[in-house]
């Protein structure tokens, strides 16, 4: 199986890389596809630039063994849509291989506002992370959905190659990638919140600094 997990990395940092670390085990998968987008649809600009964001990366996870930075979306430009990313790994990866697309409780609430959501769970499995104390949604249209395809057991992600979800839970990490911004710009320092590979490299470019 193939964990997929998409964003603007801006920077990468401990909140995106532990829970991921747990998915992988949890659900045992072959490696797990780190994908920055180029231009988020449902996010500001990010601050970094695409070049930046993707050396970030690859420094945060040069050594998690299985993690891998796809660039794909950085190469295709544009609007970055996960359901255009997920057809193109479908097509490298033939219609056999499980794809899992790993997405917060927060993205999965609002699924429904995913450009063209419902082909998303045609094309790959759907693993939530979920955090102590998150609220599942009880109607709608996601809600539905879940009802009519969650799965109960790591296994049945493994008997097929998409359609799919499942929630897996991580420990909480209440990190993000704003708050560090907003540190670094009051001169903070934010050593423990990511690697010392990527805060390193954000002293030396200088990034997010008033």
Same mark, same amino acid.
């Given at each position: ?14 909140? %995106? ?22 231009? !988020?649809?449902?996010?500001?600009? !990010?601050?970094?630039?695409? $070049? ?24 295709? +430009?544009?609007? *970055?849509?996960m359901?255009?990313?997920?057809a193109s790994?479908r ?18 609430? *609002?699924?429904?506002?995913? %450009?063209?959501?419902? $082909?998303l769970?045609?094309?790959? %499995? ?5 955090? !102590? /104390? ?9 809600? $539905? ?17 998409? +359609? ?11 990190i ?10 009051? /001169? ?8 010392g *590979? ?7 470019? /200088?990034?997010?600094?008033?």
């Amino acid at each position: 199986m193939i964990g997929i997990f998409g964003g603007t990395f801006d920077p990468p940092h401990f909140g %995106h890389l532990r829970p991921l670390l747990e998915v992988q085990q949890a659900l045992a998968l072959d490696e797990v596809r780190l994908i920055p987008c180029f231009i !988020p649809p449902h996010r500001a600009v !990010p601050d970094a630039s695409a $070049e930046q964001r993707l050396a970030m990366l690859q420094l945060a996870v040069s050594e998690a063994p299985g993690f891998i930075v796809d660039p794909r979306e950085l190469q295709r +430009g544009g609007p *970055s849509y996960m359901v255009d990313t997920l057809a193109s790994l479908r097509d490298e990866q033939g219609v056999n291989k499980s794809l899992v697309l790993i997405i917060g409780l927060d993205a999965f609430v *609002s699924l429904d506002r995913w %450009h063209r959501w419902l $082909e998303l769970i045609e094309l790959a %499995h759907v693993v939530v992370m979920q955090r !102590p /104390g998150g609220a599942l949604p009880k109607t709608g249209a996601v809600a $539905e959905l879940m009802e009519q395809v969650q799965a109960l057991a790591v296994l049945e992600l493994q008997q097929q190659a998409a +359609g799919k979800i499942y929630f897996q839970p991580v420990t909480q990490l209440d990190i993000s990638a704003t708050a560090i911004r907003e540190q670094l710009f009051r /001169g903070q320092d934010v050593r423990f919140l990511m690697p010392g *590979s990527v805060r390193h490299y954000i002293e030396t470019q /200088g990034l997010y600094k008033c």
